[in-house]
């Protein structure tokens, strides 16, 4: 397998090179160079496989060769290790729930496959590699998580003193081993720059091997495109073509739908779902991509101004002679924002109707399918739920005007011991922290 940046079609990456480094240096993002059609006999069969061989043989198709099957196999294994299933609402609406994973939300996927490969092409390094991850919540705790116990890596986090939620800072905080958590006296945006800085000190890349955990990196988006198949193995064979709604942010769980309907993936719809951070809806409206600053929302996973997905969204839509990149992604794609107040109803609605708690992502993604089918009204849809609703309780409860179950991985969290390691934010404390870890 290899991989070109979006700003550059030219270059050729290995898959280590991409997973290792994370982005190019030309601040593009990775892409494969080729994605396979899996064979018309895999889909039809799909059914007879589980959800880890469907990983297997899609990762097997995509990677083609850049790790031996015997070692894949091993990989997929350890990160395919919870369920997607599908509950049915009725006979034209379906939630993909992805929150069964440590985190309870679907970035579980992404990291744990990351880690995976991360740690498995570290093996020939003598050096452990330390991964540092500014958060400013969720993506820490599921990289935690993700990477609890990868041998030969060690985890650096960074989170803002007093800016995240108990429940969060407790899945930073509480892992031990590999994964460390600091405690920044400061903003998201000074640990970010405190990560950035630590990357371009000469003296710390000479001792120690750096590398992120990015949000962007294709080793998490990879695993997202397993499920789409999952998900369609899961409703009945034979019936009305198939629509996925999306409850998106930036935009790496649609891209990997994409991807999976390029593998062949018989998908007739996919609806990008918003908040009232609507840029890639407009774009779809309009043609105009026009970026601008995020406005805080109750689905704030999405509180997303400018996409970081959008051009590995276009890559998959090359223009032709016949037909530009717009027209062919509107075919593919239609989008739409709500506003929390739709949300709000929409949980209710869910509620009410189907006796089925939803979270706030996942009624915007419910809010599209239904504007969606009234159209197509015979068309199956699939939503996405991203996040298990306990993740958002004290909204969630209001919202609906009762308390709800909160799974035991979440609960048991509360009895366990925050270990962090205050800090100031200045890039001297992390690179003092950092060095002293060597000796
Ligand atoms: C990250 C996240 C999203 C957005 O996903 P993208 O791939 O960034 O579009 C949606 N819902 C939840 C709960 C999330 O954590």
């Given at each position: 397998m290899?991989?070109?940046s979006?700003?550059n079609p030219?270059?050729r990456?290995?898959?280590?090179?991409?997973?290792?480094k994370g982005?190019?240096d030309d601040n593009?993002?990775f892409m494969?160079s080729w994605?396979?059609e899996l064979?018309?006999?895999f889909?039809?069969d799909?059914?007879?496989?589980?959800?880890?061989?469907?990983?297997?043989?899609?990762?097997?198709?995509l990677?083609q060769h850049?790790?031996?099957?015997?070692?894949l196999?091993?990989i997929i294994l350890?990160?395919?290790?919870?369920?997607?299933?599908?509950?049915?609402l009725?006979?034209?609406?379906?939630v993909l729930?992805l929150?069964?994973g440590?985190?309870?939300?679907?970035k579980?996927?992404?990291?744990?496959f990351m880690?995976?490969?991360?740690g498995?092409?570290n093996?020939?390094?003598?050096k452990?590699?330390?991964?540092l991850?500014?958060?400013?919540?969720d993506?820490?705790g599921a990289v935690?998580a993700?990477?609890?116990?990868?041998p030969?890596i060690?985890v650096?986090?960074?989170?803002?003193s007093k800016k995240?939620?108990l429940?969060?800072?407790?899945?930073?905080?509480?892992?031990g081993h590999?994964?460390?958590?600091l405690e920044?006296?400061g903003?998201?945006?000074d640990?970010q720059s405190?990560?950035?800085q630590?990357f371009?000190d000469?003296?710390?890349t000479?001792?120690?091997?750096l590398s992120?955990?990015?949000?962007?990196n294709?080793?998490?988006l990879?695993p997202?495109?397993?499920?789409?198949?999952e998900?369609?193995?899961?409703?009945p064979?034979?019936?009305?073509?198939?629509?996925?709604?999306i409850p998106?942010g930036?935009f790496g769980?649609?891209?990997a739908g994409?991807?999976?309907?390029?593998?062949?993936?018989?998908v007739?719809?996919?609806l990008?779902a918003?908040n009232?951070n609507d840029i890639?809806?407009?774009?779809l409206?309009t043609?105009?991509?026009?970026?601008?600053?995020?406005?805080?929302t109750?689905s704030?996973?999405?509180d997303?101004?400018?996409?970081?997905?959008f051009?590995?969204?276009?890559?998959l839509?090359?223009e032709t002679?016949e037909?530009?990149t717009w027209?062919m992604?509107?075919?593919a794609?239609s989008?739409?924002g709500?506003s929390?107040?739709?949300t709000e109803?929409a949980?209710?609605?869910?509620y009410?109707q189907y006796?089925?708690?939803m979270?706030?992502h996942?009624a915007v993604g419910?809010?599209?399918m239904?504007r969606?089918?009234?159209?197509?009204p015979?068309?199956r849809?699939?939503?996405?739920e991203?996040?298990?609703?306990a993740?958002?309780l004290?909204?969630?409860e209001r919202?609906?005007?009762f308390s709800?179950?909160?799974p035991e991985?979440l609960a048991?969290?509360?009895?366990?011991?925050k270990q962090s390691?205050?800090?100031?934010?200045?890039?001297?404390?992390l690179?003092?922290?950092?060095?002293?870890?060597i000796?």
């Amino acid at each position: 397998m290899l991989l070109y940046s979006t700003k550059n079609p030219t270059l050729r990456v290995t898959l280590k090179e991409a997973v290792m480094k994370g982005l190019p240096d030309d601040n593009g993002l990775f892409m494969p160079s080729w994605i396979p059609e899996l064979p018309a006999g895999f889909i039809k069969d799909l059914r007879s496989y589980s959800f880890q061989e469907i990983s297997l043989t899609i990762a097997d198709a995509l990677f083609q060769h850049a790790i031996p099957y015997k070692d894949l196999e091993a990989i997929i294994l350890h990160a395919v290790n919870f369920p997607a299933p599908v509950v049915r609402l009725d006979e034209y609406r379906y939630v993909l729930e992805l929150f069964h994973g440590p985190s309870l939300a679907f970035k579980d996927f992404g990291a744990r496959f990351m880690a995976q490969l991360m740690g498995y092409f570290n093996q020939e390094e003598k050096k452990p590699l330390t991964i540092l991850v500014a958060t400013s919540g969720d993506t820490g705790g599921a990289v935690a998580a993700g990477f609890f116990r990868t041998p030969g890596i060690e985890v650096v986090i960074l989170y803002p003193s007093k800016k995240v939620s108990l429940l969060q800072e407790k899945q930073l905080t509480t892992w031990g081993h590999n994964i460390a958590a600091l405690e920044i006296d400061g903003t998201f945006d000074d640990c970010q720059s405190m990560v950035k800085q630590a990357f371009l000190d000469a003296e710390l890349t000479h001792h120690l091997r750096l590398s992120s955990a990015n949000s962007i990196n294709i080793a998490r988006l990879i695993p997202q495109s397993f499920y789409y198949f999952e998900a369609f193995k899961q409703l009945p064979a034979e019936g009305e073509p198939i629509v996925f709604s999306i409850p998106s942010g930036n935009f790496g769980n649609l891209s990997a739908g994409l991807m999976a309907k390029k593998m062949g993936l018989p998908v007739q719809q996919f609806l990008a779902a918003t908040n009232t951070n609507d840029i890639v809806p407009k774009y779809l409206h309009t043609g105009i991509f026009s970026p601008r600053p995020s406005i805080p929302t109750l689905s704030n996973a999405m509180d997303v101004g400018n996409p970081s997905n959008f051009p590995r969204m276009l890559d998959l839509f090359p223009e032709t002679r016949e037909c530009s990149t717009w027209n062919m992604i509107t075919q593919a794609i239609s989008g739409k924002g709500f506003s929390d107040q739709e949300t709000e109803n929409a949980m209710r609605e869910i509620y009410s109707q189907y006796h089925y708690i939803m979270d706030p992502h996942g009624a915007v993604g419910y809010l599209a399918m239904q504007r969606y089918q009234q159209k197509q009204p015979n068309h199956r849809g699939i939503i996405l739920e991203t996040a298990h609703p306990a993740k958002f309780l004290s909204d969630v409860e209001r919202i609906l005007g009762f308390s709800i179950p909160v799974p035991e991985r979440l609960a048991s969290l509360e009895n366990r011991t925050k270990q962090s390691t205050p800090l100031k934010a200045e890039f001297r404390e992390l690179k003092s922290y950092l060095m002293d870890r060597i000796q």
